[in-house]
């Protein structure tokens, strides 16, 4: 799989990531994602409590340079009284330009919510790597499984699993404010964690107001 954001994140080896939710109250919510291997922070997510934005996410690198801008946007067709809404997900260039690499479509209305789909109906949660033209079918994946859950997969065109959030195990396993986040081989993990800060902020959790 070709670099998402870039090709520093994309390890050779499977990859185990921990992500910790930062409650609003301290740190003006967003999460923390650090490496089981070496307990080291890889990446930080801010959301509107950090940004003061609704609707914007940026995730940073463990020094906390920024990586991603990612922007709600309302777009597509008026059906049945719905309009479907896309994330967009921006990277930064050396002269700091934004570039769109990917797009995310949330469920076509509220009640599809409650079980993620990886069928292409509009129940679905479907990312897009941009531009669609030179990346066709093989830039298409979709999110299988309950993320409030934390027992979530995004699988790409053919149902390959690319990245899996689970329940953390242990004395944690009863927090939905830690979970673990199993990221395959060579796939970036920039690019699925910025996900990951989308689908936390459709279910209303640390990164949205």
């Known amino acids: 799989m070709t670099a998402i954001v870039s090709k520093v994140y994309c390890s050779p080896a499977e990859a185990a990531l921990v992500v910790r939710r930062r409650p609003h109250a301290v740190g003006g919510g967003g999460f923390v994602v650090t490496d089981c291997s070496s307990t080291r ?3 930080r997510v801010d959301g509107c409590g950090v940004l003061g934005t609704s ?3 940026v995730v940073r690198d463990g020094q906390g340079d920024a990586l991603l801008l990612i922007r709600r946007k309302a777009g597509g067709i008026v059906q049945a009284m719905s309009i479907h809404k896309y994330w967009k997900g921006y990277t930064y260039d050396y002269e700091g330009a934004q570039k769109l690499v990917f797009s995310i479509k949330e469920p076509h209305s509220s009640s599809s919510l409650s079980c993620f789909s990886r069928s292409s109906s509009s129940s ?9 033209k030179t990346n066709g079918p093989d830039g298409i994946f979709h999110v299988k499984g ?3 859950d934390r027992d979530c997969s995004i699988v790409n065109s053919g149902g390959n699993t690319i990245a899996q959030i689970q329940k953390e195990k242990g004395e944690l396993m009863a927090s939905k404010d830690v979970y673990r986040v ?3 081989a060579g796939i970036d993990q920039a690019f699925v964690c910025g996900v990951i800060a989308v689908l936390d902020h459709i279910f209303g959790e640390s990164t949205a107001c």
């Not at 679905?124 to 790597?129: G, P, W, Y």
């Open 55 to 57: 609707g914007e996410l």
């Open 41 to 43: 922070v890889v990446f």
């Open 146 to 148: 309950h993320f409030p």
């Open 182 to 184: 199993i990221v395959r």
């Open 124 to 132: 679905a949660i479907k990312i897009s790597l941009e531009p669609r």
